[in-house]
């Protein structure tokens, strides 16, 4: 199962449990985009999610991580990633990111997504939307590329274009959290960059299972952590977006476990065609 560079490959037979898994957190992180909204807390999100899970006979993969107190991650506006839930209530104009894990039959599923409450400042809206291009580039390049440093390479140029395009400062590319191999844990690895590296990386082959999780930031990458011991925010105060799903690659090409469709809308507009299980 585990090759020399100490990545675990997954059958194909392990990769349709992932994607059952997947299934249950894209179902959570439906529930909990319908929850969203100014006046609800960050805690009556994660009884949200964590219902959905548990209904599924599913486990939460955060709920006790290294002693983690809930089922989601919710991070708010200068929130990075790692926001815990509890009374905060959210506020009109909010960029809220919401991380989500399961566990089925001891295989596990990781996505997130990013929403900002109206009335929503366009800039937060651009962050939103060039994170979430950056990550269906990154996962796009999982079928083009040959190895996993093509992911980095692909959401830099994602964050280029766009600035280059409006003109704007580039997003800020938050190096000190990445992207990483997932299966029988949440976290193994590979390590999986969201920006260009000398390592080129692991060769992309049959059985490897990755997160790709691109978080931008609308000022500086610096970043540090709350007194909580979770909770990232950036140093200068400025929003930040986080966009993640759980990708395959089999021996027919690609598919997102975590997208209901399997990444085939946004993969077949960047001339990608999904894989079948």
């Known amino acids: 199962m585990f090759g020399r560079d100490r990545v675990e490959y997954k059958t194909p037979e392990q990769v349709a449990v992932m994607r059952r898994a997947g299934l249950v957190v894209a179902d959570a992180l439906d529930a909990v985009r319908a929850a969203i909204a100014p006046g609800v807390t960050t805690a009556e999100l994660d009884a949200v999610a964590e219902d959905v899970i548990t209904a599924a006979g599913a486990t939460p993969s955060f709920l006790g991580y290294h002693g983690y107190p809930a089922s989601l991650c919710v991070s708010v506006n200068d929130e990075i990633v790692h926001g815990i839930p509890g009374p905060r209530v959210l506020q009109p104009g909010d960029v809220v990111s919401v991380d989500c894990g399961a566990v089925v039959d001891g295989w596990h599923g990781d996505s997130a997504f990013t929403v900002v409450l109206d ?41 280029e274009e766009a600035a280059a395009r409006t003109g704007a400062q580039p997003f800020g590319i938050v190096e000190d959290y990445v992207g990483h191999g997932i299966g029988t844990a949440m976290h193994q690895p590979p390590d999986v960059p969201n920006y260009r590296s000398r390592d080129r990386g692991v060769r992309l082959r049959p059985g490897l299972c990755v997160a790709v999780e691109p978080m931008l930031v609308r000022g500086a990458q610096d970043n540090h952590v709350l007194a909580d011991d979770w909770t990232v925010v950036t140093d200068d105060g400025a929003r930040s ?10 021996e027919g090409g690609i598919v997102v476990l975590t997208a209901r469709d399997g990444g085939a809308e946004r993969l077949r507009a960047l001339g990608v065609e999904v894989a079948t299980l």
């Open 119 to 159: 009335p929503a400042d366009p800039a937060d809206l651009a962050l939103v939307a060039t994170t979430q291009d950056a990550l269906w580039a990154g996962i796009a390049a999982l079928a083009t590329g040959d190895r996993l440093g093509a992911v980095g390479g692909a959401v830099e140029d994602v964050v």
């Open 241 to 250: 977006a986080h966009w993640e799903h759980t990708v395959a690659l089999l």
